[in-house]
């Protein structure tokens, strides 16, 4: 078997999708990373698809389709920069788009929906696809996320340290490596309110380099009031999604707030996805030495230089300086978790997603 895999994400900001080249051969390298924007057409559908509407299993299924191709686009655009071929590589990681996400229903069994076509990526690419990583863990009385912790166990654990390591896509979560001991969870939301607050007022899809949130202050009463959602007191394993966090949640919180002004409502915004995540750092690892961030909010300057700020005696700084750069973090955890599939090893952490043990992950569709 080859030590080469390629892991395929597209996230829950919508932005893009993003394939890394992992080579497992001497611990974990990357080899290459290749992205492209999501089209604003199929990026409208998903976020529609997160709520109930007219058709939408035909147009789940022609999304599904299109975010195939597009996945296979980004992975020819890889091999063809890397300069290899399809049977180079042992098989791709390919997580799909999340369009719900209810691992706690009434009756204990919950379930989790990623958009995908992987029969369809095989056919495309010529490379074995292995997709469909949550459902296991449901099935076995998990959260089915996060799954990156233990990929973070592996590439960032210190000896004799308590790191942690945050991704701040959509959504945030937050994986703490404390010696052998690894816990994670979602935090809440990420980039995903301060994308859509930003779309809505100036029309651009996110705030480039929290230049906007920059230029106003953090209303703390409204701050309050955001965090006062029962999310964030909840103890982990937890996860969520834009399920909870979307234009609704927000409109019905700022209701009362109808006269703080747009710009201190996106730096009001960034503050919340700094406070839930800081929140979290102090309250499961107050002795953490560093905290790596990956995801699209490590450009986010206000965001960061807020996680200082609230973690004072805690180095904040992207993965960049720490063996992979932030985009390609997530991407590559989906080519190890398809290592592990191959390898017949689990890929959960039971302590992690609440599963009553591990389990292998994933299914296996060949090229």
Known sequence: MSTLF?????????????????????????????????????????????????????????????LAQLYAQVVHDLLDHV?????????????????????????????????????????????????????????????????????????????????????????SNISILRNQEVIGFDCGPGNVLMDLWCHQQTGQHFDQDGQWAASGHVSDALLKALLSDPFFSMPPPKSTGRDLFHANWLHRHLQSFSSVPPAD?????????????????????????????????VFNMVLMQQLQALLPTVMVSSTEAHGLPPMQVEAAAFAWLARQTLLNLPGNLPAVTGARGPRVLGAIYPA
């Open 83 to 171: 300069g290899l071929k399809a049977e180079d590589i042992s098989a791709m990681g390919a997580h799909g788009q999340t369009v719900r996400h209810q691992p706690l229903l009434h009756d204990g069994i919950g379930y989790t929906l990623q958009l995908n076509n992987p029969p369809l990526l095989a056919e495309l690419t010529g490379i074995r696809v292995v997709a469909d990583f949550r459902s296991r863990d449901l099935a076995a009385g998990g959260q089915g996320a996060p799954l990156v912790p233990a990929f973070h166990q592996h590439l960032f654990a210190r000896e004799g340290e308590t790191v942690a390591v945050l991704n701040i896509g959509g959504m």
């Open 265 to 297: 409502v996106q730096t009001t915004l960034t503050a919340l996805t700094a406070h839930s995540c800081a929140n979290e750092v102090l309250r499961h690892a107050p002795e953490s030495t560093h905290l790596l961030v990956c995801g699209g909010g």
């Open 6 to 66: 390629l892991g395929v994400m597209s996230g829950t900001s919508l932005d893009g999708v993003d394939a890394v080249l992992m080579d497992f051969a001497n611990g974990m390298q990357s080899k290459g990373h290749a992205s492209l924007p999501m089209p604003a057409a199929l990026r409208d559908t998903f976020a529609q698809l997160n709520h109930s509407g007219p058709n939408e299993l035909h147009e789940a299924a022609l999304a599904a389709n299109a």
